[in-house]
């Protein structure tokens, strides 16, 4: 992709184009310890296979995690990121995590039965990651980076979300350059995160290495940024920070309740 605008004309583009708060994902705003409460084999996506061994038929259950498909076409977000790319990000790389997650599980009786939040906090072992914490946590990022777009996307915040930005950033403006700068200076793969730390009570960005996410510190994730090289590369190859300007016009808000 050949790109001519200027660094500042691509931020007035990417920002023309934003989307008023909105609810549309489950996972955004949602306070996790509702989600701990939740029967467990909840996560949407998630199959079971029962499978009866001997004569005794003794019940062996597997569960298994679903691959999410995008709430849009992959061709929607064009031009700032194109079908094929969705095509390989979604179709392959994310694909491969959960079907590599769900080989793992296969083999291990003492996974079963957990929702993806809970599995990515116990295979994180307390920092000394399982074998299964990769595959885990890299399906949740990514069914979460699909919500954090839209065609269209891209307005100024509004109402309670607008307010909390001003006074832990001092303007939308300040977040916005916050933002970049953490997308252009993490080093390696990884992701860049707006939570909101519920125990401070206020919004904060943040940036993973990796597979690591929010969930592990209880913070909510709000919005994320997938700064691996497969989520920019065909579209944009070295210069990810075009990635990074233009993915503002696909960025969607999510109402906080504060």
């Known amino acids: 992709m050949q790109l001519s605008l200027s660094e500042e004309q ?3 583009m990417t920002w ?3 989307n008023n708060l909105s609810f549309s994902s489950s996972l955004l705003g949602t306070d996790e310890s509702k989600l701990l409460k939740r029967p467990k084999s909840s996560y949407p996506g998630q199959q079971q296979n029962r499978v009866l061994y001997g004569s005794h038929r003794t019940a062996k259950v597997h569960a298994y995690y679903g691959l ?3 709430p849009y076409k992959l061709e929607a977000l064009e031009p ?3 079908k094929r790319t969705l095509e390989i990000h979604w179709g392959e790389h994310h694909r491969g995590y959960v079907e590599s997650l769900n080989k793992q599980l296969e083999k291990n009786d003492l996974m079963y039965g957990y929702t993806m939040n809970e599995l990515i906090k116990v295979t994180y072992n307390n920092g000394s990651p399982l074998p299964e914490f990769n595959n885990a946590a890299q399906v949740w990022n990514h ?3 699909w919500e954090s777009m839209q065609p269209g996307g891209g307005k100024m915040p509004i109402l309670q979300l607008l307010q909390q930005i001003e006074k ?3 303007s939308f403006t300040n977040l916005r350059d916050k933002f970049m700068e953490a997308a252009l200076t993490l080093f390696g793969s990884g992701w860049i995160w707006l939570v909101l730390k519920k125990e401070e009570g ?3 960005v943040v940036k993973t290495t990796n597979a690591i996410n929010p969930l592990l510190w209880d913070d909510i994730p709000l919005i994320s940024l997938d700064m691996w090289e497969h989520a920019y590369y065909l579209d944009y190859k070295v210069c990810f920070q075009y990635y990074h300007f233009n993915h503002y016009s696909l960025r969607k808000y999510f ?3 504060l």
């Open 168 to 170: 832990d950033f001092g």
């Open 255 to 257: 109402p906080l309740i």
């Open 143 to 145: 069914d979460f980076f």
């Open 80 to 82: 700032y990121m194109s």
């Open 202 to 204: 206020r919004l904060a």
């Open 16 to 18: 023309s184009c934003c």
């Open 68 to 70: 999410r498909t995008p």
């Open 10 to 12: 691509l931020v007035e």
